[in-house]
């Protein structure tokens, strides 16, 4: 699957895919008096975010890259797990559309990150790394340290300390693990899925809760559908109640 560059033609049409309900309306609407988040997951029909292997670039298309630069340009901070970052090294700055790049949060309570890893590069914006207990990090970045309680590191800590710091709007975009915490403590207000025409057959999977015993235990989000132009599909969920579909 090509990747081209994205243009103001790219753009208009996907402006018509995504109206008439844009589904980054919250972030450019709201006056934040609490964080606001959204978490993002690339995944193939069969649910699997990576091969076993560890190779997830890329599943998704052009349309469905554009809609998560879209995404980090509209949020304060963009967020990731370690493990992320050890498998992709992401930039996780603004390349596709236009817009500023958003702070960049690295969630790596034991300290296992690379120093000279991409999003901790210094490209003006700031950068944060969250941990356990306080320890080695890279040029410039600022130290956030959690107690982590039976190996969890709060969602709703790690949300209430960047909000502190001037940091509202959330962009949790990987992977599975780190998503999946956030969702399980509540910490997620809409989640954006972007099924890929794909049938990957094995390796990682997406979103792992806790188990429930019946089916209607189970969460239902409100959703909303969008069809892009290349074949992907956004389930735009909302996850917390009275945030509509
Ligand atoms: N398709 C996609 O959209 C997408 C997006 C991102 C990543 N990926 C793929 O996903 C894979 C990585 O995902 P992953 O789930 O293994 O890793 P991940 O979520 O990026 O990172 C998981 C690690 O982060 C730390 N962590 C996350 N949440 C925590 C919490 N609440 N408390 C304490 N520690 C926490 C833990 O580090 P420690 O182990 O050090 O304790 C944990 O093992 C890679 O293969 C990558 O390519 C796919």
């Known amino acids: 699957m090509g990747h081209g560059s994205y243009t103001r033609d790219t753009a208009k049409k996907q402006a018509r895919h995504v109206?008439?309900?844009?589904?980054?309306?919250?972030?450019?609407?709201r006056r934040l008096t609490k964080p606001y988040v959204v978490a993002q997951l690339g995944q193939s029909l069969d649910g699997r975010i990576a091969t076993v292997t560890g190779e997830s670039q890329w599943i998704n298309g052009d349309c469905a890259l554009d809609h998560v630069h879209r995404l980090r340009a509209h949020v304060d901070a963009v967020l990731v797990g370690v493990?992320?970052?050890?498998?992709?090294?992401?930039?996780?700055?603004?390349?596709?559309?236009?817009g500023r790049n958003p702070a960049r949060v690295v969630l790596d309570p034991r300290g296992r990150m690379p120093v000279d890893c991409q999003c901790?590069?210094?490209?003006?914006?700031?950068?944060?790394?969250?941990?356990?207990?306080?320890?080695?990090?890279?040029?410039?970045?600022?130290?956030?340290v959690i107690t982590s309680s039976d190996g969890i590191v709060s969602p709703r800590a790690i949300l209430s300390r960047l909000f502190e710091h001037g940091l509202g709007r959330i962009l949790v975009e990987g992977g599975a693990r780190t998503i999946s915490t956030f969702i399980a403590e509540g910490c997620v207000d809409r989640l954006h899925v972007l099924v890929a025409p794909m049938?990957?057959?094995?390796?990682?999977?997406?979103?792992?809760?806790?188990p429930i015993a019946s089916l209607e235990e189970a969460l239902r989000p409100a959703t909303r559908v969008h069809v892009f132009e290349d074949g992907d599909v956004l389930f735009d969920c909302a996850l917390k109640p009275g945030e509509g579909a």
């Not at 493990?83 to 236009?98: C, H, Q």
């Open 199 to 210: 049938l990957i057959g094995s390796g990682r999977p997406g979103l792992e809760l806790p």
């Open 83 to 98: 493990g992320t970052v050890v498998a992709d090294d992401p930039r996780l700055n603004v390349r596709r559309v236009p």
């Open 120 to 144: 901790m590069a210094d490209d003006g914006a700031p950068r944060f790394v969250v941990r356990a207990e306080p320890g080695p990090c890279p040029p410039g970045a600022h130290e956030i």
């Open 19 to 29: 109206s008439p309900q844009n589904p980054l309306w919250p972030l450019r609407e």
